[in-house]
């Protein structure tokens, strides 16, 4: 599944989505959330959102690239 689930989420990038995967896990308990929660979760699906480059982005890309060198 893990395999699938990496593929899916390269074609929906490579299709310019900005892609993000929903997950959870339950708890049993009310205790706060810590690091280690993140380990052992289910993903439930991706959200993607369309976020397509400004039209002027090769300019800006190419003027902190300016910038930088000197």
Excluded: W
């Excluded at 993000?20 to 289910?42: C, P």
């Amino acid at each position: 599944m893990r395999d699938q689930i990496q593929k899916d989420f390269v074609e929906l990038s490579n299709q310019g989505l900005r892609t993000l995967g929903i997950a959870y896990k339950k708890k049993s308990s009310k205790a706060l959330i810590n690091k280690s929660d993140g380990t052992g979760m289910t993903l439930s699906r991706f959200l993607t959102l369309f976020d397509p480059p400004k039209p002027n982005i090769a300019e800006t890309i190419a003027s902190l690239k300016k910038g930088k060198s000197a």
